[in-house]
């Protein structure tokens, strides 16, 4: 089962950033916050992933909060390609084989 | 280099029949999972494969099978189909040893629909 929280949708003006957030509250001190997203009609796409330390790739930023509660996905600059749905995922090294996806958060990027 | 590549992209059965689905990972990797998509939901894994065993599997009935070939190639059956397997089936590939670092790589799934 999914152990993460995430609004249901979000919108972005084009060109801002795009600040995900995700609850995971009852994560462990072994388990890593992954996020994927997954644009209409395609499979999902791996973005980025942390264990307590903050992230950074040519993709996105991850921030996550000193208790590891929370985390945050930030997109700098979002553009119109930027628009699917985002899944934060929690999950050990190991158990990263079979990740639990919930809902995730739909991103509209506007014009 | 090719991603991972999932054949047919769309598919209709009718309910009772026996359906194949084909996936071919991303050069290089090892690992093949399937997943399951209904329409609003967000993906449930199936099954993983490695070294042509199931490696791991999720809730799902033995109506679900699998095999991976020595080519690393994978094949997702399902047999006595339900109007509830309509969805879209994703494949996604690792390597065992690098998922920490890459995560899976995904096709863009079959799309099943069982009449």
């Known amino acids: 089962d999914a152990k993460t929280t995430q609004p249901p949708s979000m919108d972005c003006a084009e060109g801002r950033a795009a600040n995900l957030p995700c609850n995971h509250s009852t994560i462990s001190g072994n388990e890593y916050v992954y996020w994927y997203r997954q644009i209409h009609s395609q499979g999902p796409q791996y973005i980025i992933h942390g264990l307590k330390n903050n992230e950074t790739n040519e993709m996105a930023s991850l921030i996550i909060t000193e208790d590891r509660k929370s985390s945050t996905l930030i997109l700098p600059h979002a553009t119109l390609r930027d628009t699917a749905v985002y899944y934060c995922i929690v999950s050990t090294q190991t158990g990263a084989n079979n990740l639990f996806f919930g809902t995730g958060t739909r991103l509209t990027v506007i014009p | 280099d090719a991603g991972v590549t999932q054949s047919p992209t769309h598919l209709i059965k009718t309910r009772g029949q026996q359906v194949t689905l084909r996936c071919s990972p991303k050069?290089?990797?090892?690992?093949v999972s399937w997943y399951q998509q209904a329409l609003g939901q967000g993906p449930q894994f199936i099954f993983q494969?490695?070294?042509?065993?199931?490696?791991q599997r999720g809730n799902f009935p033995d109506r679900f099978s699998g095999h991976q070939f020595p080519n690393y190639s994978s094949e997702l059956n399902v047999n006595a189909l339900w109007l509830g397997d309509s969805a879209l089936y994703l494949c996604a590939s690792s390597r065992l040893d690098r998922i920490f670092n890459y995560g899976y790589t995904f096709g863009s799934g079959t799309r099943l629909t069982v009449v």
């Open positions: 494969y490695y070294e042509e065993e199931e490696r």
């Open positions: 050069s290089g990797h090892d690992t």
